[in-house]
């Protein structure tokens, strides 16, 4: 047994409030209608039932549910975790569950319960539990803890998450009970009564398995046994005599019971090591220890999953039972066919064996964890794996290797494939009881309960109990110095009959086997628990419910516990841990031992005591009724709180806790004093405890007598709930002697006897004799009386922790009384004087000393710690201010955090000491250690990971405050800090506001008080895909107003935006208006008199054919306009705007169809508009929106004509990137389909979204479409033409700039595809060989000439040759064959058909070449400069030749017309001979595509750039062109040119402008593509429309906010798209397949930069300076753009500004990284920005005059008189500023009085406007306030002075560095110097009459009591004096003002302040006035 402490009387403490306690479920079960529904399900058709498991048996009828339901009633109890920090709200959660319900409830003592979630299942639930699942995030190791609540029935678990998935976990044997640990859950197999009847003996089963996760496999769990000869073998746990009792997470422990040998053994639970693992795979072992030789490795595996029969949990009884089968068969939804008779499974469902075969689906397990399945696939295959049963046991004789002959056929298949189930949890024994064999004879039955506790002095212990023997066994366990391991030294024994944990008050509640209830912490019996007497009646009043309990007459002696009968009795009446009703032999027990008591009848007693949560617990009486107790804690009031801390900290742990019971005892002795009176008390307490006689100390006899007088005390009483205590000073600033101290002030001083004076006597004049001295000193015997010095040291440096928070220091008061009496007595005169300088009027209350006998003091330890030298941390900072060195400031680690954070900050940024805050904190803070090595390790107070303190070149402003964020400084701190102090942080945090770094993390950005950066950094942390989310702004399109408006598509371009970017005009409004393609045209056609009506008809419809061209290209232009404009809601479909290809005839509007019949309409003709109809649709998703598989299956429209749109959907989500997430099965599913739009759109889209990636899967996905891909003697596949060229296509995305080899190789040969002997290959050869060109190129894109491995291919020379023709090669490989015998449709011979090969040769040079600057590759495509080699080359060649060789030479590219003429080749540019035959038709057709040509790589190479040159350029030709058009007419230029040709150019220079302007919404290129528009008829087909409104699209890209990129991967895309040979009409896909047009997409990046006001919300106009990083082309250069706009690349620039001087500033330093600014681009481009104070935004403000205003206003000093604060609003948006000028600086009829102090506070808010910092407003308030409480000499305390004093040190210290940083400074105004002056003539003016009391206490005399000692105190601590006690013998000798100065550097008082003295300590009292005034001259 633990000693007892002692105590003087027995203890006894008061409970708190009772509640009578009924489970909240119970009441929600009752009202649920929960039977009912069972009833109605079994009626409903089984289609209909979704259902959550297996056997959902008919129940039947109601009163069997409610039997069911009140029998297997359990609840348990734990403490809210809500998100928020602990402290915050505390409430209770319960899990009730009763028959198939469980119900998860909320509440707390302030509001009622209710219900969070309720579950009902199918069958009986058996056990409910939270567990926390850790998911491993698949970027990193960091992991993800999922909430869960689990419900575990016979067959399954059912898994809810918090956040809303659920899962169902088969359960492949019969679990007996659930555990949840910190890894996840652990089950308990249970075991039959035949256990080993169908496994080879020797080989058991393991018992205890482990589940990580809902979907992971279930796996049984690995342990390593510590013994002496047992080594570290490891081996599954198997041992079915262990029966876990208790898991834990904190420390991840299992406790367990070995039911043989009655001993419990502690394990540590961790994952299992790779070591471990594979040795328990390798020779899994008996547990005798010899490995079973003839076992193979597979066998375990086997056995675990062909799991006996018995243990299928289809009814462990009679298994053919009718229960077992009617609940298999009731629900055919379900796999139950498992779970019945054994002899079905064979039968009944053959799939289940499937798994058997195929291993890798367990690996689906990892794929489905993003997703929440209902019943996944992967959860199932568990339960195959365990339920194929045996049969027969198989005779051992076949040495357990071969199955056995009668074993089914299918096992024989399965033994040898079962891979084996890998361990993932492994257990490690740490401790295991050992049993005396003398004192326990009879065996120790298993614990039924178990539960960590820890004591006030933080030991922990490990306790259980052991009914059996009605005792609590204690076992303290600490962590290993390294925290690895858990140690166990001692065991201790309480006799006890239950008990339960007291958490947050480190304690336990034991119930003792008399009933009565005691309080221990730890081991230490610490009193009785009082319940309040009305306990009978309430038991009288609770409803009876009688108590349950199950029929014990089964079992007769207790000895018999082991036997079975007790564990089948248990498992039926105990179904679940949590209920924890006691083993039923125990019971018995306990009736036979209360029956010899004959009250057992007439009261109620406590039974058992259940549901412990924080201080809570919940008695069980023999009544049946439940009562809910609380226990008082240690201390409610702050400061005592701290007290005991610091006690705690620094005496020895037995004296600590001798000291923490004792006031446990007295503070919640029954009856006591409320909490008011706490810190009375505990002054008392803690005295007594010293050896303090508090009787005979005056002020704390009083403490005890005022208690009842005190008014506001009175009023207290009625709310005895109430905790606080901060009314202990009001108290004593209130009570009666209080005020006769203060009414008769105690003249005269103490004598050294301490015998009380005369007026003493008066004062206490019920106090009769006086007291003699001996009375007054201190019992030496007394257990704290060693330890005063050191109690008086802690306590000290808590007060000077007081002294740093404002929200404490009223309390610091209270403890200075205490302190003062301590240093008193033990004689510390300069600890007194110290507390008399903080505290003068309260201090000179006390005199009386006590006396210590010297005999004892040498009792006293005095820890070295305890200086002469009072620590001051007002003085230690400054002195640091003053740039002296001082000693480091001792402190207490846990305690003192405050201490140590203030003095390390002004260590580092007013000493400048870079390493304050790491290696050289011991220089400036001395830690204290206690007596004892407690296990205080430091708190890091919420250390905050994401802040990474970086030292390099950062200001020591900037590094103080990232110190201060990643110490978990907030502003609510800050503003707790005293004005002074907080002065030096306010002015650091200032500095960084000004120029904060982009990448600060949030918590920083807070500190420094711009919201905009922390809004930005909010932004970046939250989503990793989400798009807008949290309170931010989000761009997002507004809802259209016009419901009846018909859908275009594109509604969603944000007009909150493109109004700030195209302010002026409505040009938006104008291109949805060319662009859309929903609404009938307009056809006005004028009849002429000869016309009939038919002919007119006709003729209407003719022109609206040629309409319909337009209408049918619209789309591919939409597309880009609308580009990620749209965010989809997942549980609508995606609106698609229709194809309107109807028009209306004016005037009478009416109708003009095309199907009427009159004319030919092609057949077809809306295949491809409707696909790019689809298209358009899709590519408004943005890619941060949500999309799944399902929604994009949801989409599927049912009308087969939509089809071709749905394929389109298809190809714009993997533009999106969104096609990765469908499933692999629906891809599969729909290629089947054999749409070849749908083929086409899906194989594109796919390849798109994987781009660059090499996906294997996409790779076969694609090659089954390319004959050339699959091997030789593959079936011929009949794939439609087009689908093949996409596929090609997609190999080249896949591939993109891999310089894969084997693809290049195919692609090669073909280019060069010769036609096939039948029709294949024969059509749209054109096509198909260009893609192979484009693919070829994409796979070696920008390699060049270092194709690594493809030398041998001659790449280069061969694509020369496709080029300029020639003989063809002998094809490679394997494609010989295919090529055998020539077509019979087209005769080529045996040469390249350079019509087919060229242009696909020509641009897969141009692509592996980019950007290389290769000359000589250029050379080969220079235009020929003979008229014979020209004719011979179509002009459409030479502009992809020159297209080519510009792009190739690309640094060589200039935005001007020469450079693009000087493409032209000298022979066109001469003067021509005449006489020469020259084809001017060639020279000028060749001469326009050249030039085109050129232009169109000028736009590429300028692509977004927005190039101001480049754009002229192009301007000029395009007019050139138009002009040569406008000829075209007539006969000379259109016979020389065609109209055709023109129009390619002029739409290839269209599309050059407006890749170049992308996104910019130029003017002029829209009038351009407006003039086109309206140009109908004639030559002008389908493809120049496409052209015209592709370059219309590009112009507005995603509606302004995207552009293009030149990378690589661009520059491929946009040659894809942009292939300068558009369709002639909507099904032409001759030269080029129409889909590639969108390509387009992927070379669009999102460029704008939208400012945000952070407080609006509004997107703003805003000042950008960006700087470009110099090139060779021009320096680094530096322009001024007016956001929102688009920034140039991010790779040519090197930082990015918001200027001034309306914004605050913020930089992005590109040079170091881009990455912060391209997640900004992402997510919308937004970019938070804040107005400066007196700034308006440009918007309402737009030439700056109105703000010119507040700024001339506030450079000119009269502006303050100036300033009406009634414009304030105009100045800043803070509600606190405009408040304040609402009500403080507005003359009202009551203030008119105080004129002065109005103007006063106008002026520091004009200060704190104009100078940007409003935080500073309360410290020039409380400057102020303390001035003028120093003048009207109403001072109760110096603690101003100190600010003051703090204020002026930084002052001086910033002037004395010369004015240069003054703009650094918060004070820089008059207002310091005015307020400095005002403290000085107060102090000065006092002096002139007081300088005697000055010079007497410079003496050391003892100083008379009168008002003056405030003046006098606040004089020594305004003129930082020191203590003169011990300085006085070095000022006697001083007659010189020389003198004083040499020694004044000793006594480290100031020069300024040391001149105020000099003539008090020169002169004799005589002279002393007429000194000072001319000193005074020079001294201010």
Known sequence: MSEVVYEETATMIAAGDLQSFVPFGREHCRNHPNAFNLQLRELQPASELWSSDGAAGLVGSLQEVSLQERERESWQLRKGCTGVKEDEAEFEEELYTAGNMAVWSQGSRTQASSVYKAFTVDSPVQQALWCNFAV?????????????VCIVQSTCINVHTVTGKDFISPLPFQVSNVWATKFGLLLERKNAANDTHPNPPGEPLPTVFSMLHPLDEIAPIVCKPSGPFEGSRVQYVSDSNMKIVFTCCQPSIVVSYDTVQGTHTVWALRKVTHDERSMVLRCPTEPAGTPLGLMASGFLASHLRNASHLDSPGGSGGLGSAAGISSAFSSPLHYSALYSHPSRIMTSSPGVHSRVHSPSISNMAALSRAHSPGMAAPSFSGVSRFNTSFHNPSPRGHHGLLPSPNSTANESVAMPEMEPIIPDLCVEQLW??????????????????????????????????????????CVKFIESNDATQLIFPSVTTIPAKDAAPLQNIDAMLVLEACGSLVIYTGITRVSKVHLPSSLSQSISLTNHLPYLSTPVETISTPANAGSRHIHRLNEDAMPSPVSELKSLNIKQHEASFFEDFSFQQATPFILSLRDPVCNRVTLELSSGAMLRICIPEIATSELVRKCLEAIRFILPKEVAMKVLVKWYNIYNAPGGPSAHAEWSQFVTCFMTLMGYNTERLAWTRHLQFEVPLSPVIAAKKARPSDGGSDEDWDYLLASHYHRQINSQPVCGSVDPNNVPSAEKEDLFSHQADSPSSSSLKLESSAPLFPHIPALFSVLHLLYQELQLDELHRARASSLVCLLQQLARDLQLEEYVDLYWRDYPSLISCFTESCIIDQAVIGQMHRPSFLSSDPPCVFNWLSSCLRGEASPPFPYLPGICQRTKLLVLSYALYIIGDDNATSTNEWKYLLKLSAGQRSRVSEPNSRRQSSVKVRFSSESLAEQLVVWLTSQGFTLKDLESVPFGVALPIREAIYRCREQPSSDWPEEVCLLIGRQDLTKQAHKMTLGKSKASVGSGFSLVPPASSEADEEEDGMLDIIHEVTGLIWSQDLRIQEVRRLLQSSRPVRVSVVQQPEVSDHEYIEEKENKLLQLCQRTMALPVGRGLFTLFSYHPVPTEPLPVPKLNLTGRAPPRNAMVDLNSGNIDVPPNMTNWPSFHNGVAAGLKIAPASQVDSAWIAYNKPKSPELANEYAGFLMALGLNGHLTKLATLNIHDYLTKGHEMTSIGLLLGVSSAKLGTMDMSITRLLSIHIPALLPPTSTELDVPHNVQVAAVIGIGLVYQGTGHRHNAEVL??????PPGPEMEYCTDRESYSLAAGLALGMVCLGHGSNLIGMTDLNVPEQLYQYMVGGHRRAQAGASRERHKSPSYQIKEGDTINVDVTCPGATLALAMIYLKTNNRSIADWLKPPDTWFLLDFIKPEFLLLRTLARCIIMWDEILPNTEWVKSNIPQIMRGNFDPSEDINMDTMAQAQDYITAGACMALGLRFAGSANSDAFDCLYEFAKTFMKMMSFAGTAAVGAQMGYYNLQTCLSMILLAMSMVMAGTGNLKVLQLCRFFHKRTGGEMNYGFHMAHHMALGLLFLGGGRYTLSTSNSAIAALLCALYPHFPAHSTDNRYHLQALRHLAVLAAEPRLLVPVDVDSLKPCYALLEVTYKGTKWYDETTVELMAPTLLPELHLLK???????????????????????????????????????????????????????????????????????EAISTFTSEPALISFAEFFCKTSEGLKSREDSLMLFSAMLYECVTQECPEMLPTYIAIEQAVGALHQGDLQQTFPLWQLRLVVELWDGRMLRGLANKHDTLLTSEFLPVMKNAVDVALDNWLKDHSSEVRSYMRGEVLSRDAQSIMLACFLVYRSIPCFRNTQANLEGCNSFADLLLRSSQLGIPLRDLLRLVPILLSSASGSQSLLFPLQAFSS
Request: glycine share 6%; net charge neutral; charged share 25%.
């Open 136 to 148: 491993p995030q698949n970027n990193n190791d960091a992991e993800e803890v999922e909430q869960t």
């Open 432 to 473: 295991n009881e050992v049993v005396s064999a003398g004192c326990h004879r009879e065996m120790s039955s298993q614990a039924s309960k178990v539960f960590l506790t820890s004591d006030l002095c933080e030991n922990h212990y490990l306790c259980f109990l052991v009914e059996s023997h009605q005792h609590l066994r």
């Open 1308 to 1313: 090669l040969s073909e280019i060069g595809r």
């Open 1695 to 1765: 930082e990015l500004k918001v200027k001034g001087p309306r914004y605050w500033e913020l930089s992005l330093d590109l040079s170091k990284e881009t990455q912060h600014l391209k997640s900004i681009l992402v997510r919308d481009g937004v970019l938070y920005v804040k107005l400066r104070a007196g700034q308006l935004p440009y918007k309402d403000d737009p030439q700056g005059w109105k703000s010119l205003l507040a700024t001339a206003v506030s450079h000119r000093n009269s502006g303050v008189t100036a300033f009406k604060p």
